[in-house]
């Protein structure tokens, strides 16, 4: 991790207002909200005296601490001791941080283990022995109802203040997700960025000899628990993509070897055909309000991109060139889609309007590009760049500002976190034999993780932040 | 005319003459002068804020009493000096106060030379001795012979106060002294020296009020009246012999306490992490009350921002949290001039403008 510091040279000012107000220095100052740029830029001095210019700071990791969370008392539930489930929390939480990227949580065996009445009444001055900036707080309770209470507490350490607090009750059988609310409040309240850590990622398992791959649906938290076979394995699944409900999933099945697309319910663990059609479907992929699915249909010789209402129904066609028109993307507001087309020669980014018209082509570098999937924030779209071998990439809506992420031998299947700050991807190794893993990459291209799988894995597609 | 003159008004017509044609000679042979300098024009503007900023003190401690407690008949009173009547009644000026150079320490407002209280009971600026008797204070003399402190300069500083008058004051203040002076010289060389040295010190003699001389020595109007030194207080006076504070913090101590402020903040600033690319536009001013001792009086709050947009907004609330922790990190501060806590613009309430850099 490099560990860039900024100019921490210093400017300073020391400016009068034209009124030389006396103040009273026991009178409150007004606490000012301006609500336009001018009025805001103006307030700085509108309290007249003296002002003090203050520039400095580091574009590092932030040191953390997250002790263990203590409990009330030691109560056994069906997700094991409150005591062991409080250092399993902390544990959660630290990863989660660490995994981002932006933070560096000291390790939990360095720090000395609190009190539960010390939660809310922190030892600051220990804290800030250790080094850390921000100090992360809880507690585990067994209530009587057979649920779990957790409060999380975060602190400022420098400033000694509490930032922010949440409590959470969840059945025994989600306390891990109790950790990773947590952990997202702290990163939300630390970074200004939204969360992502509770969700799940849908990917396609693999094993199995190159020839005879058995490739099954599988879930799991995006830490890699709670992991899970969502089909069997007798037919080929590609490219699953949840839904923004996050009930179901649609992908692409070789189910009785006629490739087609399916939805698949979560909760009943059925799935069903969308397109009934003889002609080849595949690519799909839910409107941000799940009322649709656009997917890429073959037919005749072309391959074009088409909507069709998630419970099924007559496909609408969206574009006619002659080529392959694939890999349809919502924007985040529904009113554009991303694709990518090899009408001009080879495979380059088109955006258009959601009813197919004004396609305009956005990719001019070098090389190929594929893929595209529009960030979730809306102010990016993720590809892979073919040429030389193929990385993941980023670029704005219009097609400027782009940048490559990855650099490896073949990395490909973007797909963006709820936060659009992190993008997983899968990754084969040169001569892996078609073996690939999961990674996920932020968007500095600098925090680049391998994501645990029990298998090899492949085409992830990340799911919206759970409730 | 003999010969020698002859021979010496020869020689010295030919020495001129020689004189001259050298000195011809050599003109014309000069190089030429040097150029004239050329003066290039040069803008002067005047800046208010280079110098101090109304340093001039501005007491806010009521002098010490002018007018002796009532403790007994009066054994003899000065009679007033009509026309120097004060602007302020109440004090009793006393005599002997030529104070020729009123407020010591600090330059601006002079004290309005009102003369010090006659018998102060309590001046305790310093514990004027009453050993001074040789030199009696030029004026009227006080009648008794309490061991009156003198009061010195002391109490006249702290007298007038007051901003606007304060301005006003010196000039009257130095036409004054200067006028009383000399008028004790003319009276008695001993106490123009005296009065010069230490204005104020109190002349053991009982000096008679009703003299002519006293009347005419006196500086400035300095009216006794009937209670004049009626009698002397134990109490204290609460007059002060320290300097008044500045009225208002000047730039150039601005800039100091700045500094020094800076110095001490810049390695808790130095340590906030950035949360993202954008926040370094932002700019967040919090607004700070200190006690004197350094410490915070209260919780530090947030007065404005500026450089906030779409882009960066969502850091706004963290950049909020590092300016507050820069601060808060590194406090209480230390060294900074007690003198300029509570002034005006001084340490005891300002604000602090953070950004990240870049």
Known sequence: MTRSIFSSAAVMAFVFSGTAIAQDASAPAPQQAPADPAAQA??????????????????????????????????????????????????????????????????????????????????????????????????????????????????DVSSKAELTRTGFVVPPSDWRRAGHKCADMVYTRLTGEGAYFDSRVVYVSETGPKGRRIKRLAIMDQDGANHRFLTNGQSIVLTPRFAPNQQSIVYMSYLNNRPAIYVYDIGSGKQRLVVANANLTFAPRFSPDGRNILFSMAQGGN??????????????????????????????????????????GGQQIYVMNADGSNQQRISFGGGRYATP??????????????????????????????????????????????????????????????????????????????????????????????? | MDRSEKIGLGVAVVGHVLLFGALSLGLLGAPELPKKIEQQPIDVSLVPDVALEATAPQSVETP???????????????????????????????????????????????????????????????????????????????????????????????????????????????????????????????????SSAKPAKPSSTKGSGSTAEAKTSRPRGSRLGDNFLKGLSADPSPSKSEAPKAAKLGAQAAANIGSAILRQVQPCANRQVTPGPGAERIRVTINLKLNRDGTLKSRPTISGHAGVDDDNRRYVDRVDDLAIATFVGCSPLRGLPDDLYDVQNGWSNFSLRYKLPG
């Open chain 2, 64 to 194: 010490a009493e002018s007018v002796a407690p009532d403790e007994g008949a009066p054994e003899d009173a000065a009679p007033p000096a009509p026309e120097e009547a004060e602007p302020e009644p109440q004090p009793d000026p006393v005599p002997p106060a030529p104070q020729p150079k009123p407020a010591p320490p600090k330059p601006a407002p002079k004290p309005q030379p009102a003369p010090e209280p006659v018998a102060k009971p309590q001046p305790k600026p310093k514990p004027a001795p009453p050993k001074p008797a040789a030199k009696p204070a030029p004026v009227a003399k006080p009648v008794v012979k309490p061991q009156p402190k003198p009061e010195k300069a002391p109490p006249t500083k702290s007298a007038p106060a007051k901003a606007a008058p304060a301005k006003a004051a010196p000039s009257k203040a130095t036409a004054k002294p200067s006028a009383a002076p000399a008028k004790t010289s003319s009276t008695s060389g001993k106490t123009s020296s005296a």
């Open chain 1, 42 to 155: 103006a307030a700085g001095d509108q309290s007249g005296g003296l002002v003090v210019d203050v520039t400095g700071g580091i574009s590092a990791p932030m040191p953390i601490a997250i002790p263990v969370m203590p409990t009330a008392a030691v109560v056994s539930t069906p997700a094991g001791s409150t005591d062991v489930l409080g250092r399993q929390l902390a544990d959660i939480v630290t990863n989660d941080l660490r995994n981002s990227g932006l933070f560096t949580p000291l390790s939990p065996g360095q720090l000395r283990p609190i009190t539960f009445p010390e939660v809310t009444a922190p030892g600051f001055d220990y804290w800030g022995s250790t080094g850390a900036q921000a100090l992360v707080q809880g507690f585990i309770r067994a209530n009587g109802d057979g649920n779990l209470t957790v409060g999380c507490y975060l602190y």
């Open chain 1, 303 to 344: 391959t074009d991109v088409y909507r069709v209402s998630s419970q099924g129904g007559t496909p609408q066609r969206l574009t006619n060139s002659p080529g392959i028109d694939t890999g349809g993307s919502y924007s985040p507001d529904g009113a554009k889609i991303v694709f990518e087309s090899d009408r001009s």
């Open chain 1, 373 to 467: 999937v529009w960030s979730p924030r809306g102010d990016l779209i993720a590809f892979t760049k073919l040429g030389g071998g193929f990385r993941i990439g980023i670029m704005s809506p219009s097609g400027g500002g782009e940048k490559l992420l990855t650099n490896d031998w073949q990395d490909e299947g973007p797909s963006w976190s709820p936060n659009g700050r992190v993008i997983n991807f899968y990754r084969s190794g040169r001569g892996s034999g078609g073996k690939a893993d999961l990674w996920s990459v932020d968007l500095t291209g600098v925090n680049e993780r391998k994501i645990p799988t029990p298998l090899d894995g492949s085409d992830p597609a990340w799911g919206p932040l759970r409730p």
